[in-house]
Structure formats: structure tokens, C-alpha cells
């Protein structure tokens, strides 16, 4: 007869267990020792059980299903069909291109690629109807999945100004492609930004909600799913408590205007916490960022290398990037299980929390006016750098730690002759509608104060 490993065992209460912690705090206050609070306002307790557990979230994760992606900046246009061919032999299943203008060959770039059944993200830095209907023939020529990561409201959020089309705010040229093609999901929502920004978690879902009912308010005809292109940090059970959320949400919201609008989620580990000092440390940090993207249910990840903050391109960064995912999927059997996050007491109880803060704000944000009139007023980018200003101070108390940088730092390490790129904020003075949103890592002060002395 059959039975379980646990029938030998009586069941322990939530009270029991609380009481025997507080039995070996020795006399420490319950509450002020073992329960943290995030910056999301949400109290993590040490243990969760079934006895406080009410519901789950309404969202079923599919782990086994995500995409390696390979991120491909194109400027030389046969180094960038070589990388591509090169990548899906070594393991890419999926290609990001970022291509910086409309005068690019996409037809060049792209007529020898193995692109059947494959799906092709491209983030273009400009808006081309005659571009876009030529990626719909393509994308039909080719039986691949393009998605044109157009994100017009993020543009003006990063640069301050808008695509420089015939119409105020590129909607109606957004409206007018989407009636020239038939293939091709063309709208992306770039919540990286306000993650590299600083925003918290909370802020990071209510904002790219906000932007993206913008677009569903806006551009009633798209059919097409949403790209939501996200960067995860390094809070592991919350990030993968906050893809779940945002993909509830999202689903939500949409089913008010389509319900056939789907939530494509492509995502990429954070630079906010990531360094120039101790670079090998960075390889860590990028690991379990995928494993809360794979785990917390994204469509596709692209890795970050370790390198990329001072290296241009390179094979070797991209080699070990792309390595990582491979190991993930294949060696630690990420694609056999498609739901170990659901059901997790644990990560519900953040699902559902992050869900509830976040949707609350959604609603703040709609109830004043929207995302693009808080965005043009500036309460957008003041709320963000409220949020940065606070987790800066963490790490500058050495309260929020990066190894290798604020906490056990190698004085000898060199890093002025490796920099090919520089890894700090630009400054470029231009003219601008609104006062741009700033992507800012935590450790750019003290890295610039450590090579003025070397």
C-alpha cells in the first residue's frame, strides 16, 4: 500500500512555528528581527504557511517554453549576418537586432539567415512605415515571427522628444503601419527604462502599464501581443514575483480593450548593479537574474555579458553570456518544468501583493490623467529619482552591498586601460520637451573616484 513520506509526522501549525522562533530568538522582539521590510512597502516574513495562505494568482507560468536571445547591434552589415549566423549555430534561438537607421539593408541583412519559425526582435531607433512593410515581406517570405519593438512613448521618455514624424506624437504613423502590415506585432513597452532608472518594483509594473495603456487607449485596432521589454534585478524571489504580476496585470487590463492582445515578455538582466571593478563578479549576478527571468515565466532572455558595460562587441563576452542560458536550459533542465514558481506559498503571497501595490498605483496614475500627461509634468521622473535617491544612500551606507565595490573591493585592481566604452551617465546637451528619464548604475560614483586615483 502506498503512502506518504510525511503520514508519520504530525502537522505543525503556523502558530507552532512562530513559537518556536520566538523561542530561539531568545528574547529578541519577533517583528523587529526576522521580518524585513522591501522598498515596495511589502512586510517578507520567515516562513510562509499554508494556514495564511488565502489564494493563488490568476496566471499559470510556462518556464519550458522560453527563447535564448542574442542581441545584435547592427553597423557593419556583414559582420552583423556573420555574428547572427555564428550565434544560432552556438546555441541563440532567437535574435535582437538594434538597428540605428532607415537606410539599413535590412533585406541584405536578413535574406541568408535560417529565420523560419524563428522569432527576430528589432529595436528601431526611428519610425519607417516603407521600413516596417518591408519586414512584413519578409517576415511572410521567410515563415519568422518579427516583432518590431516600436515604442514611441519610451523613446520620449529616455530622449525627452518624440520620433521626428509628420504627427505630433507618432500615433498616427503607428496606426497607418499597422493598416500597411499583416504579420508583424509591432508595439514594445520599455520597462528596462525605469528599472535601470531606479524605479522600484511597484513603480516598474504601474508605469509600464500606464505606457501601455496608452497605446491600447490610442491605437484601438492592434491585435498583435505587446512586447514588454523588462530588466530584471537582483531581488531573485521578487523578480520572479513581479514577471508574473506584470503578465496578470497586463492581461487584465487588456482584456477591457482585446482579449486576444497577449504579453510578450523579452527580458534582460539589469545594469543598475552591475560593475566595472570586480567585472567576474558581474557573471554571477546576470545568472540568477535569468533564473528569475526563466523562472518568473519570460517569453525570451537576452543575456547581458559581463563585459558590457566598458567592452565593445566581443565573441568571448558573448560566448559566456549566451553559455549561461545554454547551461540553464539544457544542464540544470530549466526547460523540463513548466511551473515550479506556481503555488509556492511564498511567491504567490509576493504575486499577489506586488499585483494589488501595483494596480493601486495603475489606477492613482489613470485617475490624474494618465501616463503621458504625469510624464510630460515630471511626476513620472521625480517619482523615480525619489526612489533611486533612496537605494543610492543604501549603497552608499554599505547597507545594499555589490561585492568587489562598495564591500571587500580588490585596491589593486586596474581597470582605466581596459575601458573601450564609457560606462557612466552621457551628458548630451540638445532641446527637449520634457526633462529625459536617466538610466544610472549605483556604483558610478565611487568607480569614478577610484580611477581619478589609479
Known amino acids: 500500500m502506498a503512502t506518504t513520506l510525511f503520514d508519520d509526522f504530525n502537522p505543525i501549525s503556523s502558530k507552532q512555528w512562530k513559537q518556536k522562533i520566538q523561542f530561539e530568538l531568545d528574547g529578541a522582539e519577533y517583528n523587529q528581527t526576522v521580518i524585513w521590510n522591501s522598498p515596495e512597502d511589502i512586510q517578507v516574513k520567515p516562513f510562509y504557511h499554508r494556514d495564511e495562505f488565502s489564494k493563488t494568482a490568476a496566471i499559470k507560468t ?33 535574435l535582437r537586432f538594434t538597428i540605428q537607421n532607415e537606410k539599413t539593408d535590412i533585406k541584405k541583412l536578413l535574406e541568408t539567415l535560417p529565420l523560419e519559425n524563428r522569432i527576430v526582435y528589432f529595436n528601431l531607433n526611428f519610425i519607417s512605415i516603407d521600413f ?6 519578409i517576415s511572410i517570405q521567410k515563415k519568422a515571427f518579427f516583432y518590431c519593438n516600436i515604442d514611441p512613448i519610451g523613446h520620449f521618455a529616455r530622449e525627452g522628444n518624440w520620433f521626428p514624424t509628420s504627427d505630433k506624437n507618432n500615433f498616427e504613423t503607428i496606426e497607418n503601419i499597422a493598416k500597411a502590415t ?16 531606479g524605479a522600484t518594483i511597484t513603480q516598474q509594473i504601474a508605469y509600464s502599464l500606464a505606457h501601455a495603456n496608452e497605446y491600447l487607449n490610442r491605437l484601438p485596432n492592434l491585435t498583435k501581443p505587446f512586447v514588454f521589454q523588462v530588466s530584471v534585478g537582483t531581488n531573485y524571489f521578487f523578480e520572479i514575483a513581479k514577471l508574473r504580476a ?66 565593445k562587441d566581443n565573441e568571448f563576452g558573448d560566448r559566456i553570456a549566451r553559455n549561461q542560458l545554454l547551461v540553464l536550459k539544457h544542464e540544470s533542465y530549466f526547460d523540463k518544468v513548466d511551473n515550479p514558481a506556481d503555488g509556492s506559498y511564498y511567491i504567490e503571497s509576493l504575486t499577489m501583493q506586488l499585483a494589488e501595490k501595483s494596480l493601486a ?28 535617491a533612496k537605494e543610492q544612500e543604501l549603497f552608499d551606507s554599505k547597507k545594499e552591498v555589490l561585492l568587489g565595490t562598495n564591500k571587500y573591493p580588490n585596491k589593486e585592481d586596474k581597470m582605466k586601460h581596459d575601458l573601450e566604452l564609457f560606462p557612466f551617465v552621457k551628458i548630451k546637451p540638445r532641446k527637449t520637451l520634457i526633462t529625459p528619464i536617466i538610466e544610472k548604475r549605483l556604483a558610478e560614483k ?8 589609479e
Do not use: W
Not at 499583416?182 to 532608472?197: E, P
Not at 565611487?446 to 586615483?453: D, H, M, N, V
Open 62 to 94: 510556462k518556464v519550458s517554453n522560453f527563447k535564448i536571445c542574442q542581441n545584435i547591434f547592427v553597423y557593419d552589415i556583414e559582420k552583423s549576418i556573420q555574428r547572427a549566423i555564428n550565434t544560432i549555430e552556438r546555441g541563440a534561438e532567437s
Open 132 to 137: 516596417v512593410k518591408l519586414l512584413d515581406t
Open 182 to 197: 499583416t504579420n508583424l506585432s509591432l508595439i514594445s513597452i520599455d520597462l528596462g527604462l525605469y528599472q535601470n532608472a
Open 246 to 311: 506584470l503578465r496578470m496585470l497586463f492581461n487584465l487590463i487588456a482584456a477591457a480593450y482585446n482579449p486576444d492582445i497577449e504579453c510578450h515578455l523579452l527580458v534582460t538582466p539589469t545594469k543598475r548593479n552591475k560593475t566595472i571593478y570586480d567585472y567576474n563578479v558581474n557573471m554571477l549576478r546576470t545568472t540568477t537574474e535569468c533564473m528569475s527571468a526563466i523562472l518568473g515565466g519570460a517569453d525570451a532572455v537576452a543575456n547581458l555579458p559581463y563585459d558590457a558595460l566598458y567592452h
Open 361 to 388: 498605483l495603475f489606477k492613482d496614475i489613470e485617475a490624474n490623467g494618465g501616463f503621458l500627461k504625469l510624464l510630460n509634468d515630471g511626476t513620472i521622473k521625480k517619482k523615480i529619482q525619489e526612489s533611486a
Open 446 to 453: 565611487l568607480e569614478q573616484e577610484r580611477l581619478e586615483l
